[in-house]
């Protein structure tokens, strides 16, 4: 099979300029990518990864969604993408409000209440500019222009592995951060100000 792949013509480049854009258009801060970072500085890795395991899961659930074309079905909904908006802004806002006020790692206690898995697939899943980034990002490039079932294949297994990284990357972005914050007030100063970011990016993101 490998060496099937090997010798078909361009496909390595294709996959290079898919993966390139993935890495572009997926990886840029918005509500996913800036959500797991500002989890990871406001509760460290251990607390983080239920939540940022429910981000990737989401986010591949949307990839297979958009890969079967059911992107149309959701967008032929009378107000569908209206009603994914509203709701994916009213959990970003309890999200910013909850990293806003979570305590510096060192006061946390071992109860300590962060996002679970539910609640990254939940952002995952409702968020309107996960369905159109990675519908640019799928139908952009061509990977096998002999079959289409493998062009589809070669994009799922591609960008699930992308998904999987850039989500990574931004956690741990967060959690080299929150290593730095000693101090209670900048611990407090940085988790506002990622909160502040998150409905900012979800803001443009939004009306982009």
């Given at each position: 099979m490998l060496g099937?792949l090997?010798?078909?013509?361009g496909?390595w480049r294709s996959?290079?300029?898919?993966?390139?854009?993935a890495?572009v258009?997926m990886?840029?801060?918005?509500p996913s990518?800036?959500s797991?970072?500002?989890i990871?500085?406001?509760?460290?890795?251990?607390?983080?990864?239920?939540?940022v395991g429910?981000?990737i899961?989401g986010t591949i659930?949307?990839?297979?969604?958009?890969s079967?074309?059911a992107?149309?079905l959701v967008l032929?909904?009378?107000?569908?993408?209206?009603?994914?908006?509203?709701?994916?802004?009213?959990?970003i806002?309890?999200?910013?409000?909850?990293?806003?006020s979570?305590p510096p790692?060192?006061?946390?206690?071992?109860?300590?209440s962060?996002p679970?898995?539910?609640?990254?697939?939940?952002?995952?899943?409702i968020?309107?500019?996960a369905?159109?980034?990675?519908?640019a990002?799928?139908?952009?490039?061509t990977?096998a222009?002999?079959?289409?079932?493998l062009?589809v294949?070669?994009?799922i297994?591609s960008l699930?592995?992308m998904i999987?990284?850039?989500?990574?990357v931004?956690?741990?972005?967060?959690?080299?951060m929150a290593?730095l914050l000693r101090d209670?007030?900048?611990s407090r100063l940085v988790?506002v100000a990622?909160?502040?970011?998150l409905?900012?990016?979800?803001a443009i993101?939004?009306?982009g």
């Amino acid at each position: 099979m490998l060496g099937q792949l090997a010798v078909l013509p361009g496909l390595w480049r294709s996959l290079a300029a898919l993966l390139l854009s993935a890495l572009v258009v997926m990886g840029s801060p918005g509500p996913s990518t800036i959500s797991a970072t500002a989890i990871g500085a406001a509760f460290g890795i251990r607390r983080s990864l239920g939540y940022v395991g429910g981000l990737i899961a989401g986010t591949i659930a949307v990839l297979l969604t958009v890969s079967v074309g059911a992107l149309m079905l959701v967008l032929a909904i009378p107000h569908g993408a209206s009603v994914l908006g509203v709701v994916s802004a009213a959990y970003i806002v309890y999200l910013a409000v909850k990293i806003a006020s979570a305590p510096p790692l060192s006061q946390q206690s071992a109860q300590a209440s962060a996002p679970a898995f539910p609640g990254g697939f939940l952002l995952a899943v409702i968020n309107p500019k996960a369905y159109l980034a990675i519908a640019a990002v799928f139908a952009g490039t061509t990977v096998a222009t002999h079959s289409q079932g493998l062009d589809v294949l070669i994009k799922i297994v591609s960008l699930s592995a992308m998904i999987v990284i850039i989500h990574v990357v931004w956690l741990m972005a967060g959690v080299w951060m929150a290593r730095l914050l000693r101090d209670p007030l900048i611990s407090r100063l940085v988790n506002v100000a990622l909160a502040a970011l998150l409905v900012v990016t979800t803001a443009i993101a939004f009306v982009g």
